[in-house]
């Protein structure tokens, strides 16, 4: 178990870029896979990024593979989301989450979450 703490969210112009910051408690941060969603009004969670705990995987879906990058740096208990090419379709709330020890993309492994951080993309 960990507490998570999201920030960075904010309003931004269609092409413009946000980077998204996650602090994480607890003592085995550096084994936690962590990963972003983003949720919209009357929609599910989805999944977009995931790292490993050592950064050295990662894994994007579709829509957002090019534009944003996920890493993290374990020193400073933190994982990030610098999202490029921003695009009004990006607009939702931002959430970070930990699934421990277990590296997955499905949201159903993750049982630690952030409170989320609201992105505005206006055209």
């Known amino acids: 178990q960990v507490q998570l703490v999201a920030s960075g969210g904010g309003l931004v112009q269609a092409g413009g870029s946000l980077r998204l910051s996650c602090t994480a408690s607890?003592?085995?941060?550096?084994?936690?896979?962590m990963a972003w969603f983003r949720q919209v009004p009357g929609k599910e969670r989805e999944f977009l990024a995931v790292?490993?705990?050592?950064?050295?995987?990662?894994y994007y879906v579709d829509s957002v593979r090019g534009r944003f990058t996920i890493s993290r740096d374990n020193a400073k208990n933190t994982v990030y989301l610098q999202m490029n090419s921003l695009k009004p379709e990006d607009t939702a709330d931002y959430y970070c989450?930990?699934?421990?020890?277990?590296?997955?993309?499905?949201?159903?492994?993750?049982?630690?979450w952030g409170q989320g951080t609201h992105v505005t993309v206006s055209s």
């Open positions: 989450g930990s699934s421990g020890n277990y590296y997955s993309t499905d949201i159903k492994y993750f049982s630690s």
């Open positions: 607890g003592r085995t941060f550096s084994i936690n896979t």
């Open positions: 790292i490993s705990g050592n950064g050295a995987i990662t």
